[in-house]
């Protein structure tokens, strides 16, 4: 197919060690409007298409606040952009779930976190929003707010069981000789 515009071209997801995935990103501001405004719909599509359930701006090169998620597919699409999300309120209580990230292709372990979140943001119309979750939609908030500071669902294993990871998805990389 011709691109040379390619106005709905998939944005390439960055694969760790990429040093994007490790910076701080910064608040979306107001000056940031057009870019966050053409890069949702991208960053949708690629999240549509990888396929995943949540992406952050820093997985595709950007280092901006902002993220988007959707736990359903096709006709179901409830997909949710978080604008400086900030987790508010997490719970006590903890659980293990199974993770993995397109940033980390293959990789997937157990990680421990809050079993339930409290998140404020801003909407792709710049509203102030509030949700409470818990289950999958508490999870994957917390993963993206985790790429936001530059961390990675790895971060959360032992040292054994990180360099393990990361050593697989280095070796599978080179195998397929990225
Ligand atoms: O698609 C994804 N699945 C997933 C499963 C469990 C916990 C978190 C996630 S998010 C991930 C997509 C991704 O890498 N988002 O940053
Ligand atoms: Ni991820």
């Not at 157990?110 to 119309?125: H, S």
């Amino acid at each position: 197919m011709t691109d040379i515009f390619a106005p709905d071209a998939l944005l390439r997801i960055l694969i760790a060690p990429d040093p994007v995935l490790r910076r701080t990103a910064r608040p979306v501001g107001d000056g940031d409007a057009d870019q966050v405004r053409a890069l949702i719909p991208r960053m949708l599509a690629s999240m549509y298409h990888a396929p995943g359930i949540g992406l952050a701006a820093p997985q595709v090169g950007v280092s901006l606040r902002l993220a988007v998620i959707d736990l359903q597919r096709d006709e179901q699409r409830e997909p949710i952009i978080l604008i400086n999300p900030e987790i508010v309120a997490r719970s006590s209580e903890t659980e293990p779930h199974e993770e993995g990230c397109l940033s980390l292709p293959g990789q997937y372990a157990d990680v421990v976190r809050p079993r339930a979140v409290t998140v404020r943001y801003l909407d792709e119309a710049g509203a102030r929003q509030e949700v409470a979750a818990e289950g999958l939609l508490a999870r994957c908030l917390q993963h993206e707010v985790d790429h936001l500071d530059g961390v990675l669902f790895v971060d959360h294993l032992s040292a054994l069981k990180r360099n393990i990871l990361l050593r697989r998805l280095a070796k599978a990389q080179r195998a397929k000789e990225g």
